[in-house]
């Protein structure tokens, strides 16, 4: 943290600290706000200032002019104790914290975003949560979600479950939304709970006015204390704070980059909405796990040696023949339209089969059902003994086969296993209905 | 062709031949229908029914009583030649067949789908075609669009441009639909054309009561006949038949795996609608490429040896690696988010930078921006050299660097072309609003 080099001898010059408000110009236009302190590894030539409208930016020091406006406060980062006392007229539900974007809690003096290191100080960043549920917090990993790999999986399903344990009337998971998809599947496969499991994340950080991390953890506790006993992944439905959604883990994915309401359900409809603290069926037919006294169930051991692999015009069998002669387990295909891949693989798959390698096939269309019985280059891929999983995506295929080599080394068992509906991952037939929805 | 094994016997018996009318009683169920030729690699165990309603059904004779209701007429692949005598009033459309179910042709006496080994057939089975303009066939390729791969999109190419050279007034590409995007954007970037290329295909074959086949092929001789002159996808625009949609080449995607609106402009409008023979902008502002008189212009040298990677979480470093060894000349990724991958891959590519193997980032959210200066994740990637795009699909990026790769051996000029729009591949900044449109 903090300015280093060129940058730091600007601010130095002009008696200038992190948290004053200050006046930048160059090139004839002027920026006024509040400095922030960088976020790791500056480099030396930019400041970084918070303006009035809320949104950062970064300026290049060479050529600037810097004007103290007002000094700023220090940054008190230490905020003061909340009372937790226990409302006994309330559930308990226990915020798991991951890291990500909807981790992060924003310094209101320098308006500096920073990680947030424990559950509490998401708390504190987000008061109103305690109005719905008496929250306890904890934070088992900080990181961005890219960075997420099976063991995290299984450390979160872990913790989820001693929470649990505890008396938890339902688990809200905090994670980053890049990967947060293949975290909720993987939980989905890990854990069979009693309460209702909530993942959620935020496409903007809590400095920026137009954040959702707040609107989504508000939601997550109210699905969390629903009768909803699923892991499910909360985020919002529109660009605006119109409502959130509650999707099935494990037939959901992200569709776009930016947008707040970039989770979408795939294949199959979101099980509930949330509006203004209130959680309503989105089917009233819907079926899903009702909440029990039951003990929590989990089953985390995972075979890390699985490769997804997306299938493209040109690609070469030698890709399926590391993979074997590497040592995976198991190889998911991304494959074409119903479920294809370029016949020169057939080898190559036939080799895997006789190496007792599972391969499964799933469609990088991602809507609709895989179907190898249509065309000769499906029904060639079956004979090479690849493994359909009808509507299943690609995200979860991979996150399953995972979790499946993990329960046993038994190829047969390991097929019976990925063609089998576990938790919603398999849907129904007619969801070609369920199209871009 | 034909059938073998039991299920011949089983006909022999009943003395049925392929094309008669039978009577199949199974479990109390009766089925009538057409006997069908088997399609290639027939097992011995399933015959095959064409039924009054139009679909096929297979059947397992064990245990099955066959019964000839009238005998029918044989088959008659040979029909009679078109006058193919050319209207001088009437434009000039070339169509070149690459295969694909939107290339089969029915032989109306036995229901059975052929593939059109000639364009003749094509029209033969489409005459309505000759309708809209003089149709000049040519079946270049006979392959099912899986199997696709870069050498035979160059082929397609010179194809494309020797029919202009000619003087087609416009060419419609018939394809298969698994890969016709990949194909269409290739196309985009090896071919500067005066005229409309207009790539299409079917979902459903045209011995199905529900092909689209037919209308996609009207529709797209309707947009060859056009000012639009760029290389463009045609399909349903809607699972009924309601109207098709003319997409660009290079921005655009198969979604569904059984859809007959499969295909989606992704981050972008479709150019135009065709509806009941005419076509309307979609937009009336839009930019395309205007009809001229220019000479077409063909750059069809491509490097193969490019990989297209998705990430996952728990990827490892030496997929990169290996890439390298074996020579590959570049690599598309397809992150995660705003365009991440796993940090444990980063020297894997600072390695890629430091063997001049440019590696290029997309989003497997496919909707939205890559931007990778947002997260510090994002800006080690782009310290380890990596190239953004920008609003490119990660199937178009991985065709665009093939082609890019072709170009130049020039290292900094791959990335210029790869950065800077050449057919529409790159679009507005703003295209946050055309989120599964």
Redesign the interface.
């Known amino acids: 943290m903090g300015y280093k080099g060129s940058s730091q001898k600007f601010l130095e010059l002009s008696g200038i600290s992190i948290g004053d408000i200050i006046k930048i110009t160059k090139n004839n236009v002027s920026y006024q706000g509040i400095l922030l302190d960088r976020?790791?590894?500056p480099d030396d030539k930019h400041i970084v200032l918070k303006l009035d409208s809320g949104y950062n930016i970064g300026i290049d020091v060479v050529g600037a002019l810097a004007e103290l406006v007002t000094k700023g406060d220090k940054p008190n980062l230490e905020l003061p104790p909340l009372d937790m006392g226990k409302d006994v007229d309330k559930p308990d539900i226990s915020i798991v914290s991951t890291g990500g974007t909807v981790a992060s809690v924003v310094d209101y003096k320098t308006g500096a975003v920073h990680p947030a290191f424990t559950a509490d100080d998401l708390i504190r960043a987000n008061p109103e949560l305690l109005v719905h549920a008496n929250i306890n917090g904890e934070a088992i990993l900080n990181i961005?979600?890219?960075?997420?790999?099976?063991e995290y999986?299984a450390k979160t399903a872990r913790s989820v479950a001693d929470e649990i344990n505890n008396g938890a009337d339902g688990i809200v998971v905090a994670h980053?939304?890049?990967?947060m998809h293949?975290?909720s599947a993987a939980l989905n496969f890990m854990l069979d709970t009693p309460v209702p499991v909530v993942v959620t994340g935020a496409q903007r950080s809590s400095d920026r006015p137009s954040s959702d991390a707040f609107m989504n953890l508000i939601s997550s506790v109210v699905a969390a204390k629903s009768d909803i006993a699923e892991v499910t992944l909360c985020m919002h439905a529109e660009e605006d704070d119109s409502y959130c959604l509650l999707h099935r883990g494990t037939k959901v994915r992200?569709?776009?980059?930016?947008?707040r309401?970039?989770f979408?359900s795939i294949n199959t409809l979101p099980i509930a909405k949330i509006e203004k603290g209130k959680l309503k069926l989105v089917d009233k037919n819907s079926n899903y796990k009702k909440r029990s006294n039951e003990n929590v169930q989990l089953h985390d051991d995972l075979e890390?040696k699985?490769?997804?692999?997306?299938?493209?015009?040109?690609?070469e069998a030698?890709?399926i023949d590391?993979h074997i002669d590497?040592g995976y387990k198991g190889i998911v295909l991304?494959?074409?339209?119903?479920?294809?891949?370029?016949?020169?693989l057939l080898p190559s798959l036939e080799r895997a089969k006789d190496s007792d390698i599972p391969v499964v096939m799933t469609?990088?269309?991602?809507?609709?059902?895989?179907?190898m019985n249509v065309?000769?280059?499906g029904?060639?891929i079956v004979s090479a003994g690849v493994i359909s999983v009808f509507d299943m995506i690609p995200?979860t295929t991979?996150v399953k086969l995972?979790w499946a080599l993990g329960q046993t080394e038994n190829i047969e068992e390991v097929k019976k296993i990925m063609q089998t509906n576990i938790a919603g991952e398999i849907g129904e037939k007619s969801s070609?209905k369920y199209?871009?929805?």
């Open positions: 976020a790791e590894d961005l979600s890219e960075n997420m790999k099976p999986w980053g939304t890049d990967t293949y975290t992200k569709m776009h980059t930016t947008r309401d970039t979408r890390e699985v490769a997804l692999i997306k299938s493209y015009p040109g690609i030698d890709i590391y590497k991304e494959g074409t339209g119903l479920g294809h891949c370029p016949e020169n469609s990088q269309c991602l809507y609709g059902l895989v179907n065309y000769s280059t029904r060639k995200e991979y995972v070609e199209f871009l929805n």
